[in-house]
Nanobody, 117 residues
C-alpha cells in the first residue's frame, strides 16, 4: 500500500510564497507521474501541475510563471513551489501519483492553502 503525505500548506498574504511537498511511502516503486490538484468547495478538482517521466512539466494556465513543480525519483518526492500567490489560489491541494509496475492511482489527504489579506 502506497501512502502520499503532503506538507507545507499555510495561510499567506497575496504575493507570498509557499512550497508544498508530497512524499510517497510504502510499497512504491519509482513514480511515473506525480501531480498536484486543487479543489474549492462547489467546484471540480482541477489539475494544477504535472511531472511525468519523459515529458515536459505541464501547468494550469492560471499558474504558469508562478508555480513550479519538481520531483526526485530516488525519494519519490514532489514539490510545488508557489510564488506570487493570489486569493484565487486558495484551495485544498492534493498530491496524486502513479508508479511503474503498479496499477494503482494514489491520492494524498489534501492540504489547505489560504491566500488572504
Amino acid at each position: 500500500q502506497v501512502h502520499l503525505v503532503e506538507s507545507g500548506g499555510d495561510s499567506v498574504q497575496p504575493g507570498g510564497s509557499l512550497r508544498l511537498s508530497c512524499a510517497a511511502s510504502g510499497n512504491s516503486g519509482t513514480f511515473h507521474a506525480m501531480n498536484w490538484y486543487r479543489q474549492v468547495p462547489g467546484r471540480q478538482r482541477e489539475l494544477v501541475a504535472r511531472i511525468r517521466a519523459g515529458e515536459e512539466n505541464t501547468y494550469l494556465d492560471s499558474v504558469k510563471g508562478r508555480f513550479t513543480i519538481s520531483g526526485d525519483h530516488n525519494t519519490n518526492t514532489v514539490w510545488l513551489q508557489m510564488n506570487n500567490l493570489k486569493p484565487e489560489d486558495t484551495a485544498v491541494y492534493y498530491c496524486n501519483a502513479d508508479f511503474y509496475g503498479d496499477v494503482g492511482d494514489y491520492w494524498g489527504q489534501g492540504i489547505q492553502v489560504t491566500v488572504s489579506s
